[in-house]
């Protein structure tokens, strides 16, 4: 399964592999419930200039495999309005490694991150497509939404949370 990577905090340098893991990740495993409209609209997204520095700014994690392919992504932040709730961000898994646990452990991971930094409870802005994932960590749905994008495209997300 994922024995074979080590799970460690994103470099600079790492950048453009990661901008380019999320496009693929959302790109393959979105497709159930996002349009090809709202996929593209999400790639420009992280495609953008100015989510590298996004990334930089929310302890985000990689895991990477022998060889040095990164093959996963989770992070977290604070939250500005609830100072005790973490939120998670930017969880991504290589569409090939999907189905195998990694998800799990990237959140897992990024869970303990922020644990010891003092939080004990966690929200997340999920996509569509991984409702049922974070449902299945222990995360509970508590409103849907939709969120704009700089193309004009909506995406449905749903806001959960975990005590």
């Known amino acids: 399964m994922s024995g074979d990577l080590t799970v460690r ?3 600079e340098a790492d950048l453009e592999a990661v901008r380019r893991l999320q496009a693929d990740s959302f790109a393959a495993l979105a497709t159930a419930l996002h349009s090809p409209a709202q996929i593209a609209a999400h790639v420009a ?6 989510y590298a520095g996004d990334l930089l700014s929310n302890n985000i994690l990689v895991a990477e495999a022998p ?3 990164l093959v996963a992504t989770a992070g977290w932040c604070r939250v ?3 100072a005790a709730v973490a939120r998670l961000r930017k969880v991504f898994v290589a569409p090939d490694r999907a189905g ?3 998800g799990r452990r990237m959140v897992e991971a990024a869970e303990d991150a922020a644990r ?3 939080f004990r409870r966690f929200r997340v802005r999920a996509n569509a497509n991984a409702e049922a994932f974070y ?3 222990g995360y509970r749905a508590i409103r849907h939404e939709e969120m704009p994008t700089p193309a004009g ?3 449905p997300t749903v806001i959960m949370v975990k005590d």
């Open 9 to 11: 905090p994103i470099r």
């Open 45 to 50: 997204m992280i495609m953008a200039p100015d």
């Open 67 to 69: 060889g040095g392919a």
């Open 80 to 82: 500005p309005d609830d």
């Open 100 to 102: 195998q646990g990694l």
């Open 116 to 118: 010891a930094a003092g």
């Open 135 to 137: 449902a299945r960590l």
């Open 153 to 155: 495209v909506a995406m």
